[in-house]
């Protein structure tokens, strides 16, 4: 039991670890099984227009999320900082080479969810302020030439301009944030909630062992009560 938890916080914290390792085992297996058709065209050059060094490697990163979506007996904890690598670097990689491709754009929006979801509260503001140093970092990184000329599958192409990838920083944060403010108040009052149901069954289950208990005992004198008149008749 952590230093200043409850009983019932801790069986609350017990059933949520179970719940995890459960549900990062059917989200490995459905991340990697949904992937295909993405990770397909994406590697033959259907998808953005990238380079092969970004294609190999971002096909090699979803062989690692295939690799750990094999280990369901491990724990889930490393299986899930698998998970937010894994997104992260996929976000790097095509970030730097097309900031404008769906990876780019929405890995570091939905990476934070999954983490607080997966890992709780502080690792999911921990992933909060990756993704928001990505989204205004990766951005302006993709502005310099040199970077550009090796990431993007047209080395001749412009890169965007400095004022458009501020404006879609700016943005992206905004929408970053927004959701992950809720989500915070409402595992707060989930986990606040779960404890306080455990807390009443405890009691329930208290208050009928004391109502089993005051039933045996009123049996018990009623027994001795019944004997003593039948001594006293005879």
């Known amino acids: 039991m952590r230093q200043g938890q409850t009983p019932e916080g801790n069986a609350v914290e017990n059933e949520l670890f179970e719940w995890r390792n459960t549900v990062v085992n059917v989200f490995l297996f459905a991340s990697a099984l949904f992937y295909v058709p993405a990770m397909a065209f994406f590697v033959t050059g259907q998808g953005a227009p990238v380079g092969w060094p970004v294609r190999i490697a971002a096909a090699a990163l979803y062989l690692v999320l295939l690799f750990f979506a094999l280990l369901r007996r491990i724990d889930y904890r490393p299986r899930a900082w698998v998970i937010l690598i894994c997104g992260y670097a996929t976000a790097v990689l095509l ?36 993704s928001a140093l990505l989204l205004l970092f990766v951005p302006l990184l993709h502005t310099r030439p040199g970077l550009h000329a090796v990431f993007a599958a047209d080395p001749a192409e412009a890169p965007i301009s400095l004022g458009l990838a501020l404006t879609q920083a700016a943005a992206m944060m905004a929408i970053l944030f927004a959701p992950m403010l809720l989500f915070d108040r409402f595992l707060h009052f989930l986990m606040q909630s779960l404890a306080k149901l455990e807390r009443e069954a405890v009691e329930r289950s208290a208050a009928c062992r004391k109502l089993e208990y005051e039933i045996q005992e009123r049996r018990r004198l009623e027994r001795e009560v019944t004997r003593a008149a039948d001594e006293e008749r005879d």
């Open 95 to 130: 970030g730097l080479a097309d900031p404008q491709s769906p990876f780019a754009r929405a890995l570091p929006i939905v990476m934070p969810i999954f983490t607080i979801v997966l890992l709780g509260l502080r690792a999911g503001w921990f992933a909060t302020a990756v």
